[in-house]
Nanobody, 125 residues
Framework: QVQLVESGGGLVPPGDSLRLSCAASGRSFSWNTMGWFRQAPGKERDVVST????????YYADSVKGRFTISRDNAKNTVYLQMDSLKPEDTAVYYC??????????????????WGQGTQVTVSS
C-alpha cells in the first residue's frame, strides 16, 4: 500500500534548524505535486509549502518565506523541508502530503490524497 513516512522532527531552541524528510513507498509520486502542512494544538491543518512534480515551482506560506526551503528527489521518491531560523510559533505536527494530480500550487488539505503520520516539531528554549 502507499505510505508516506516523515522523519527529522524534534525539540530545538529558537534560531536553530531542522530538516524534515518524507519518504514515499507503494507508488511513485514523481509526476505529482507534494506538500508539507502543519497543525498546532487547537488549530486547523495549514499549508507550509508545496512543490511541483519537477521541483522547479515552489510555494511558501507567508509565515515561512525566506526561512524554509522545500525540495524533492524523484529518484528517491522523497521530499524535504529545510527549516532555518525556527521560531516558537513554528511548533506543530508537520505532515507530508502527496496529491493525485500535477496541478500547482495546491494549498488546501482537501487537494491531497495521501498523508504521512506526522512528525512533531517543537521550538522552545
Amino acid at each position: 500500500q502507499v505510505q508516506l513516512v516523515e522523519s527529522g522532527g524534534g525539540l530545538v531552541p529558537p534560531g536553530d534548524s531542522l530538516r524534515l524528510s518524507c519518504a514515499a513507498s507503494g507508488r511513485s509520486f514523481s509526476w505529482n505535486t507534494m506538500g508539507w502542512f502543519r497543525q498546532a494544538p487547537g488549530k486547523e491543518r495549514d499549508v507550509v509549502s508545496t512543490i511541483s512534480w519537477s521541483g522547479i515551482d515552489t510555494y511558501y506560506a507567508d509565515s515561512v518565506k525566506g526561512r524554509f526551503t522545500i525540495s524533492r528527489d524523484n529518484a528517491k521518491n522523497t521530499v524535504y523541508l529545510q527549516m532555518d531560523s525556527l521560531k516558537p510559533e513554528d511548533t506543530a505536527v508537520y505532515y507530508c502530503a502527496a496529491a493525485s494530480q500535477r496541478r500547482f500550487p495546491l494549498v488546501t488539505a482537501r487537494d491531497y490524497s495521501y498523508w504521512g503520520q506526522g512528525t512533531q516539531v517543537t521550538v522552545s528554549s
